[in-house]
């Protein structure tokens, strides 16, 4: 049986393919929320951690772009503020997104992370955010 991944020409090594960027496993979870968002629920993606130049980086900045908020806002028929993030198989948290994660749980406001979309649909379940007739 081969190794998966791509040989490497000169040492013949096997290298591994880096783990799929967080984007495909934002589209899934997006996917099932406009699928499957439950009445009275809305949703928005907050696009603070994309590629962008220098002059674009500080106009957000200086319109109140603040770092480290997570990549999925959900807001409940009840007046709650739920927040996601996703991250790339095997990353954590950086120090920005702690201090978020770290601020919405002592002020009561849901925060919850994940790097799997399995775990991610149920944290979504578990809001009460997607109907729970979608199976993981």
Not at 23 to 46: E, N
Not at 82 to 107: I, P, V
Not at 111 to 133: M, P, Q, Y
């Amino acid at each position: 049986m081969r190794a998966a991944g791509q040989h490497d020409l000169f040492t013949r090594r096997v290298r591994k393919p880096p783990p799929a960027p967080e984007f495909h496993l934002q589209i899934l979870v997006a996917d099932v929320l406009r699928r499957w968002l439950s009445p009275g629920w809305r949703f928005s993606h907050f696009p603070a951690g994309e590629l962008r130049n220098k002059v674009t980086a500080a106009r957000l900045q200086r319109m109140g772009l603040n770092r480290g908020w997570a990549d999925l806002v959900l807001l409940s028929p009840g007046a709650i503020a739920h927040f996601l993030e996703l991250k790339r198989r095997g990353e954590k948290l950086s120090e920005d997104q702690e201090d978020f994660a770290n601020f919405c749980l002592a002020h009561g406001y849901p925060f919850e992370w994940t790097d799997n979309f399995d775990v991610a649909l149920g944290i979504l379940k578990r809001w009460g955010a997607v109907r729970s007739a979608i199976r993981a």
